[in-house]
């Protein structure tokens, strides 16, 4: 290869890559005889005792190349692949506090190549212990990794693959009995909220936010932080005949309420309706005749339960969903609003094509923008792309509509990845605070207000920016008429 690119083509031996010791041997050949002879009379210039990078850009050595070779032992036919590049570093929310993808998968090679050799045990279990956090814990497995990867590895396909080896039994079972009372759970958590948000108000948030972190460094983290944003209890799912009908040419939708918009609902804003309300409120102002699915506080797209580890379970959630679906659109002829984009890239990419799935920017932007009678808001809003919305490529799409609702629509530089994902932003905070810890400075000075698409994601983002984040249908219902 090198003599026929460098030699009877004349071409450049490295594109976007620097020269490091694979490439070495070959400077000479690529340069000529004299450059290379002043390339090194330079480095001895600088570097007379040849104590920066040594052996690096300049070796003497002509097999240097096939020499100490970077080992990439099997360890996962999901992570096999990666060569170790680090072009999906950037997109991690975890990458400042605990490991990137590349550390995650390096990590997990050396741990299964220790567990291989079997002959430093002490070694393994210290460093499969220390796995268990850095590696496992405070991975968002939002899979934005993949996105810039060149061969799209989504290392939070291991994390869950992991984290499902690691469940016993009888939490599978736990797992199973939620899945199969999922209506009953969602009423004891909202009244577990409930409860949370009045003794936060006979007892003050702050008081409870210490009690409770104080619980959950007695309990090993089994017990949530808190803080000011958390939400309270959601007010249980509109009931549709009593929402007041409109004189215009009407379009069917199914509204499909996430179980998380089922179950919390705002914070301290009492003023504000809940994300069902809200979406119902617009889509009534936008002429569509709104339906649910059969029995929708017993549905969900099981998310929740594959992300910790619980496949069959979330599989499971999502078939039944799909079968609720089906009949409910008449097998595709009337679309899907999901109010959830985590929720609804799940269903767009596992079910089947002919049920038409919106997240909420793809629905607003597709269905309500020329319904809706919009004056945009004198105020400048800050916007935030979910994970999901990014790899459903809906970025453009948020900015227009946060352009038509306000006079000024913000996406803060470098938005990526929150890291609160799901319950991880309650569980270790940290991970949170880690990928959000430069927002609050980017937060326009006449900026009071952010929206998004996921609730949970919005809790962390209020909590880290100073301002509310609510749900983008609140944000078009405030615009419009």
């Not at 679906?325 to 959830?340: H, I, Q, W």
Request: net charge neutral; charged share 25%.
């Amino acid at each position: 290869v090198c003599e026929l690119v460098a030699g009877r083509l004349a071409g450049s031996l490295k594109a976007e890559h620097g020269t490091g010791r694979n490439m070495a041997p070959f400077v000479e050949k690529e340069w000529g005889r004299e450059a290379y002879a002043l390339m090194k009379k330079i480095k001895h210039l600088f570097d007379p005792e040849e104590l920066l990078n040594p052996g690096v850009i300049l070796n003497d050595n002509p097999r240097v190349h096939l020499e100490n070779l970077k080992p990439l032992p099997r360890a996962d036919p999901i992570i096999d692949k990666c060569i170790e590049c680090g072009f999906c570093e950037v997109h991690c929310p975890s990458r400042d506090l605990s490991l990137s993808p590349r550390q995650r998968i390096t990590a997990w090679r050396e741990l299964k190549q220790l567990e291989r050799d079997g002959n430093d045990g002490e070694r393994t279990t210290e460093m499969a212990k220390a796995y268990r956090y850095a590696g496992i814990e405070t991975c968002a497995t939002d899979g934005l990794c993949a996105t810039s990867c060149p061969v799209g590895i989504d290392t939070g396909r291991l994390i869950k693959k992991l984290r499902h080896n690691r469940q016993s039994a009888w939490s599978k079972r736990q797992a199973d009995w939620i899945a199969d009372h999922l209506a009953e759970v969602s009423r004891a958590a909202r009244a577990g909220l409930a409860w949370a948000d009045l003794s936060g108000s006979l007892l003050g948030r702050q008081n409870i936010a210490m009690l409770a972190n104080a619980a959950h460094h007695i309990s090993g983290g089994r017990i949530p932080r808190w803080n000011a944003y958390l939400p309270g209890a959601a007010t249980g799912l509109p009931s549709l005949p009593d929402l007041p009908q409109v004189l215009l040419e009407e379009q069917e939708v199914i509204y499909l309420p996430s179980c998380l918009c089922r179950t919390i609902g705002l914070s301290d804003e009492k003023r504000d309706r809940s994300v069902p309300q809200t979406v119902l409120a617009v889509l009534q102002k936008s002429g569509f005749s709104v339906a649910y699915p059969p029995f929708p506080e017993r549905l969900c797209c099981g998310m929740a339960f594959d992300s910790k580890g619980f496949k069959e379970t979330g599989k499971r959630k999502l078939k039944e969903l799909e079968e609720a679906l089906e009949k409910a659109t008449r097998s595709g002829e009337v679309p899907v609003l999901c109010d959830t984009s985590p929720c609804a890239q799940r269903m767009l990419t596992e079910l089947p094509e002919h049920l038409h799935i919106y997240d909420p920017v793809g629905f607003i932007y597709h269905f309500l923008l020329e319904r809706l009678d919009l004056q945009p808001l004198e105020e400048t809003v800050l916007l935030h792309p979910v994970c999901s919305v990014k790899k459903l490529g809906l970025e453009t799409q948020l900015v227009e509509i946060g352009r038509r609702c306000a006079k000024k629509a913000v996406i803060p530089d470098d938005s990526g990845c929150c890291g609160f994902a799901g319950d991880r932003g309650i569980m270790f905070p940290e991970l949170n605070a880690s990928a959000l810890k430069g927002l609050r400075e980017k937060v326009p000075e006449d900026c009071r207000k952010g929206y998004s698409s996921s609730r949970m994601c919005e809790v962390g983002l209020s909590h880290h920016s100073g301002i509310t984040y609510q749900s983008l249908f609140s944000l078009l219902d405030a615009a419009s008429r």
